[in-house]
């Protein structure tokens, strides 16, 4: 096709032309894809020859991208969905040729003409040759990914900022390219690789960071667990109820994804420890809650609430004898719904019926008997009234009644936690972060995400409690005095009871038993009964209803005995637990090393960056409005720039002195010992630096294992015999030819050597980490799931079916 050029397009500079000279070769490039651009073709360079004499590049030739034709790739299937031809042999092109005299490259090729149609007039920025990603629109689509912007969302976004798509420099595609290509490249050693990597930066961040890996006997991983610095600050201060939930799904696999969670002192998520399970069994949750309590210093908890799992409630009792295990309400609902929903029964009574359930009369259980006796009386009652007496699952339910039932729980603090709702609650905002096909560096990032995010909230609670004053209803002592020492949620709390115990009245007079006497506190209808105990030497009290031993906060019972009886204005330091107040992190934490655990070893270097930032923000807001205080900021940060530099080299000097002294002293000795100790923080658990990581040849290209020697040998051997069978094959009759090359063959077969035989190799031996990567199917990890079933050196291991495991789409084989 030829150009329709204005009368004057000959003088235009973006023109190629015979003659005209470039400085350098890249330019002469730049000079003709510009041409492109403006033409509406795109542009690839075709050959480019450097000249050993001259030292540099001697000539170069950049055509058309639709030049040539695809070539036919031999002995492969056809594609079922092929891609469109885009080469029509277009023959126009731009050539350079270095110049010796002028040192300089000038035009000597000039073919104008192209056989195809070009690109319309507004679309030339979607031309291939016309995207490039710069290293700053590339650091922006990493941030952008690890805030959580979506593709979509963020190609908009950069849209609007450079004024359209036209102006980007890339479409969408290229974005996905680009951020697939940084995820691939993380994951160069594989993902048990890069995990490592990732656990070992964590550790150099921060040496409280505790991880550890649990591996089968064939030396394959199988369980995960971490837990960084914050995570082990949470549980020394508000790791006393814990729940424990696997119920998420992490991949497309369903591997559980396992997270211990509790309450802070603003009653907000907080998480003590995650967990990447192969499976839920037994000996997987032994080893994980083993590992939980090394990493948090064996402090165990008083009560973990989870689900009703029987590998769960088999592994607790073993690891934890002396925690309270509870189990979530929720979950017993939900199991009722599926078992016993449909039992009802007619309730007859003087005035009417109504219709009442087994479902309703669980939910009486778990909320409203307070005595053992009167529970084994309501029980039996109920397998009367419903005729239910066989049911295999209320059985069962009834023998691990001590974990559920009101009667029994009560006795136990559980921080007024009465089910995984934590958990489940973390769960739900897992779905809004991460995604099935996440591979495990993504995973982590956004885990992160969603950490940060979490952490950012008590964050707000904290800035919300020093700026904003506590809602009082009435102008009590008391009340203003919690206002004072409790969090917003747990003021509110007791403020609620305290008015609750306005209305109640208490009936009769006391009962004196010795020690105690004991106040009967009820409405005014009697209904709500607590029985108040008020020790006679120091004036404690405790109510039947066990609020304040089971959620620390005094019960409505106990206010009114408080304020008629005791005429109390000050709340007694015995029931302010530290725990609600806002001083709750006020107390040191310890890591399992003994080490102070600081959350942000580099905070005096974060607080002079948000000064500065901060300081440049506003600085740059009052600059970019005029042009010459524009031009004023980018002079004064180039002198800048110069004077940083200085002050860094010479920085950077005296610290080189100063370490050279220390060498001469002896106090080198003990810098090395401590960064020993640094690197020694990740062998803890032998599961890093104890074998070396193997990169990946090529992560990019193809899914199929490279071939070993001897198999390239057997091929070799194959195709020979094959050639001489097909040459003998023209000379001789059809039936002695193919005999003939059968027998060949077989020849070859027997020529090839076999591998040796496998030798009986010692644990010890390096080798059973794994085989050669040379002789493994190569299968490039898509989601987490391919962590479980990677080798340690990056590569992944055979498949292979696994006894003794259900619901597996892809298997590993496993102790």
Not at 507 to 530: A, K, L, Q, S, T
Request: charged residues 30%.
């Amino acid at each position: 096709m030829e150009l329709v050029e204005d009368d004057n397009v000959e003088q235009l500079e973006w023109k190629p032309r015979i003659g005209l000279a470039f400085d350098i070769e890249t330019k002469a490039y730049e000079f003709y894809n510009e041409y492109g651009r403006r033409v509406g073709f795109s542009v690839r360079r075709h050959y480019t020859n450097k000249s050993k004499r001259l030292g540099c590049i001697s000539s170069s030739s950049y055509v058309c991208s639709n030049e040539g034709f695809r070539g036919k790739k031999n002995g492969t299937a056809s594609p079922k969905n092929p891609r469109s031809q885009t080469r029509t042999g277009c023959l126009a092109k731009m050539g350079v040729q270095f110049n010796e005299d002028t040192r300089k490259y000038e035009i000597n090729v000039f073919v104008e003409e192209h056989n195809h149609d070009l690109a319309p007039r507004g679309c030339s920025y979607m031309l291939r040759s016309q995207r490039c990603i710069s290293e700053l629109q590339g650091n922006e689509l990493v941030m952008a990914e690890e805030a959580g912007l979506s593709i979509r969302d963020t190609y908009s976004l950069m849209s609007t900022q450079a004024g359209g798509r036209e102006s980007l420099g890339f479409i969408k595609l290229d974005q996905k390219n680009y951020l697939r290509s940084r995820r691939m490249s993380k994951l160069a050693y594989g993902e048990a690789g890069s995990l490592m990597r990732y656990f070992k930066e964590q550790t150099i961040k921060n040496p409280s960071f505790y991880h550890a890996i649990q591996f089968d006997n064939e030396e394959q991983i199988t369980n995960i667990f971490w837990a960084d610095a914050r995570m082990i600050i949470d549980y020394s201060q508000f790791g006393d109820v814990v729940s424990f939930d696997t119920t998420y799904k992490i991949n497309k696999e369903h591997r559980p994804f396992a997270v211990f969670v509790g309450f802070n002192h603003h009653r907000e998520v907080v998480v003590f420890g995650a967990a990447l399970m192969y499976d839920e069994t037994t000996e997987s949750f032994e080893w994980l809650f083993q590992t939980f309590l090394e990493a948090m210093s064996n402090k165990h908890p008083q009560t973990i609430i989870t689900d009703q799992d029987a590998a769960m409630a088999k592994a607790i009792p073993n690891v934890m004898p002396n925690t309270f295990h509870r189990l979530c309400k929720w979950h017993i609902m939900q199991n009722a719904t599926k078992h016993v929903s449909r039992i009802v029964t007619e309730i007859e009574t003087d005035s009417d019926s109504y219709t009442n359930s087994i479902k309703d009369k669980l939910a009486y259980f778990m909320d409203h008997i307070d005595e053992e006796v009167d529970f084994l009386a309501a029980w039996e009652q109920m397998l009367d009234d419903f005729d239910v007496r066989g049911n295999h699952w209320l059985g069962t339910l009834y023998k691990v009644k001590e974990k559920w039932a009101h009667a029994y729980v009560r006795l136990h603090w559980c921080a007024g936690m009465k089910s995984t709702q934590l958990s489940e609650s973390f769960n739900a905002s897992l779905k809004k972060y991460l995604q099935s096909d996440h591979d495990l560096m993504q995973f982590l990032m956004h885990f992160e995400r969603l950490l940060s995010n979490k952490r950012y909230k008590e964050l707000e609670a904290e800035f919300a409690l020093s700026q904003k004053q506590p809602k009082l209803k009435e102008h009590y002592k008391v009340l203003v005095q919690a206002g004072k020492i409790f969090t917003k949620d747990i003021f509110e709390a007791f403020q609620v009871e305290y008015f609750k115990s306005v209305a109640l009245q208490v009936r009769g007079d006391p009962v004196d038993d010795g020690e105690n006497r004991i106040y009967m506190v009820c409405d005014d209808e009697g209904r709500g009964v607590g029985h108040v105990k008020r020790l006679k030497s120091n004036d404690n009290l405790s109510c039947s209803c066990r609020k304040f031993e089971m959620s620390g906060i005094l019960c409505k019972h106990a206010l009114k005995i408080f304020r008629e009886v005791l005429n109390g204005v000050h709340l007694p330091a015995q029931y302010i637990l530290k725990r609600w107040t806002r001083d709750a992190r006020s107390t040191d934490v310890y890591d399992m090393h003994g080490r102070n655990i600081d959350v942000d070893e580099k905070l005096e270097e974060t607080e002079r960056y948000s000064i500065m930032m901060t300081g440049w923000r506003k600085l740059a807001d009052r600059a970019s409005k005029y042009k010459d205080a524009y031009h004023c900021v980018l002079e004064s940060q180039v002198n800048l720039q110069a004077k940083l530099e200085a002050v860094i080299h010479a920085h950077l000097n005296r610290q080189a002195q100063e370490t050279g002294e220390a060498h001469e002293t002896g106090e080198a000795h003990d810098t090395r010992e401590a960064h020993e100790t640094v690197d020694q923080l990740g062998n803890d658990d032998g599961s890093m630096d104890a074998f070396t990581l193997k990169k990946r040849k090529d992560p990019f290209k193809g899914k199929h294992r490279e071939k070993s020697g001897m198999e390239i040998a057997m091929d070799k051997a194959k195709a020979k015999a094959k050639a001489k069978a097909k040459s003998n094959s023209n000379t001789k009759s059809k039936s002695k030819s193919t005999s003939k090359a059968r027998r060949i063959e077989q020849d070859a077969n027997a020529y090839i050597p076999l591998p040796p035989e496998p030798t009986q190799q010692s644990q010890t031996d390096a080798s059973t980490l794994g085989p050669p990567v040379d002789s493994m199917l190569f299968t490039p990890p898509n989601s987490i799931q391919a962590l479980l079933t990677a080798n340690l050196d990056g590569s992944n291991w055979a498949f292979e079916p696994c006894q003794g495991s259900n619901n597996m789409s892809s298997k590993v084989k496993i102790k």
